[in-house]
Each structure stands twice: as C-alpha cells, then as structure tokens.
C-alpha cells in the first residue's frame, strides 16, 4: 500500500494485518499519518513494526525530502510507538512529542529526545499549530488526541473505529475492527456501505473493555462541545477507516456505546 494523502499537507501511512475467515481473508489497519507543515513535519504514531519496511518508503514518498522533525505516538502500546526506535535511528533530529510520561521506561537511549506535551499545548509547524486534546475516548491513562486547524482533521486513537460487515476472527482476535482486501485505503464514505450501531458496538465493547462499565452520553456531549470549537471534516483513528462523514459517525458511534453498556448495565 502507499502512502494516501487524505488532506492538503496529510497522508495516511501505515499497513494492514490479513487472517482468515470462514468465507475469505480479511484486514484490519494499523495507521500512522504524516502532517507536513510549512516549517515542520509530525508522525502521528508509528504503525506496528511488521510493518516498518513499508512505513520507511511510504514515508520517503509523502516527506518527499524533507526531515521528518516531531514524532508523536497517542500511547505506548506497539501499534502506536513500536516503530519509534527505527523511526528516531533513521531520522536523528527528530523529537517524541506529547504524554511521555514513561517512553524512557520503553527506550532509555532515547530519553533525551522527549518533549512532554499536555492537552491544550500546540506544537508550531510553522503554517500552523498542532493542537493536543484530552483522549476523551482512551485505551491507557497518557493516551493523547490531537487536532489540527489547518486541514481539519481530528487524530482520534483507538476512538471510533468500527467493524464492518465480516465474520468473526478467531485468529486476529474478536476486538479488531475488520475490513475486506481492497478498503484498506477507502475514506468511510468510500466504503460499500456506512457502519451500523452494531458493526461499531461489536469493536468497542472487546476492544475497549471498561466501555461496558461506563456510561459515555457525557463523555460525547463533551467530544460535540470540541468539535463546535473545532471543526473536523475527518477524523482518523489509528485502526479503521478515515471517517469522514464526521456528524454521522458521531450518532453511530455514541450509540454504540450505549449499546454496550445497557448490554452490562
């Protein structure tokens, strides 16, 4: 797969892992994306290691030359910083950036190269400011969000990701939001047909275990305020595809939620 500029200065990088179901492979992503801005570039998180061979060349083609200057991994599981150690060999100027509270647990040889950065901090790429958010939607406590003004598009983790209409995966694991060979670069309205509630609620409830327990109509009137102040045509999840039919997203995926924890409650 190559890189797939999704926005004026932004790419969606990263590969898909394949298993097998009953009726024929299927895919789940795990993406990393390049902003480049005028002054700056930042890699939001790193993609899985498997994959880093494809990431280096994706990246050479969107970086097109330019050093890549920020990295910043949402959390610190391997889907989202595994990478980071070929990433700050290969470019030696480069700083992590964000809730790195414990990366020099993970990587003592590069503790140097932290830069710590709250929600509501900014990050200049010269045309522009990235901004960090609160995770309102979080799989570990220093999970972080970011958005960013200049092609309105809203870095979302392991929120709002979504199965689509396959069969369970006993050897990918039954939490992972699963697409057909093919979609792996299809924006959501690109895809045959738009998520339903249960498509969206069969990932949440697995992958984001402590959903089940917590009711989340307030955590989404927040996550609505945020978009009133800060208008996103795409939201990008680390695992899905590119959502961007923002309003609709946001019905199916609060209902969702509550679908999973009624299911509990």
């Known amino acids: 797969m190559t890189a797939r500029r999704i926005a004026a200065t932004t790419h969606w990088l990263g590969g898909c892992m394949q298993a097998m179901a009953s009726d024929g492979p299927v895919h789940y992503h795990v993406s990393a994306y390049l902003i480049s801005g005028s002054a700056h570039t930042v890699l939001i998180d790193t993609g899985d290691p498997r994959h880093w061979p494809l990431i280096e060349t994706q990246l050479d083609e969107a970086l097109a030359g330019r050093p890549?200057?920020?990295?910043?991994?949402?959390?610190?599981?391997?889907?989202?910083?595994?990478?980071?150690?070929?990433?700050?060999?290969?470019?030696?100027?480069?700083?992590?950036?964000?809730?790195?509270?414990?990366?020099?647990l993970h990587y003592p040889e590069y503790a140097h190269r932290l830069r710590p950065l709250a929600p509501g901090d900014r990050l200049d790429l010269g045309d522009r400011q990235l901004e960090l958010a609160e995770a309102y939607i979080q799989d570990l406590p220093n999970t972080v969000w970011a958005y960013d003004p200049g092609d309105r598009v809203l870095y979302v983790s392991d929120g709002f990701s979504f199965v689509h209409d396959v069969p369970a995966l006993p050897s990918m694991g039954d939490d992972e939001p699963g697409h057909r060979p093919g979609e792996c670069r299809l924006l959501s309205t690109e895809m045959p047909a738009a998520p339903t509630v249960d498509q969206a609620a069969y990932g949440t409830g697995r992958a984001l275990y402590w959903t089940r327990y917590v009711d989340v109509t307030g955590t989404f009137g927040r996550i609505g305020e945020f978009l009133a102040a800060h208008p996103a045509e795409l939201i990008a999840p680390a695992h899905g595809n590119v959502i961007a039919d923002v309003p609709r997203m946001m019905t199916t995926a609060l209902a969702a939620h509550r679908q999973v924890y009624n299911a509990y409650a």
């Open 68 to 104: 890549l200057d920020y990295l910043l991994p949402t959390h610190p599981e391997l889907p989202h910083a595994g990478n980071l150690p070929a990433l700050l060999a290969r470019y030696p100027g480069a700083e992590v950036v964000g809730d790195v509270r414990d990366y020099h």
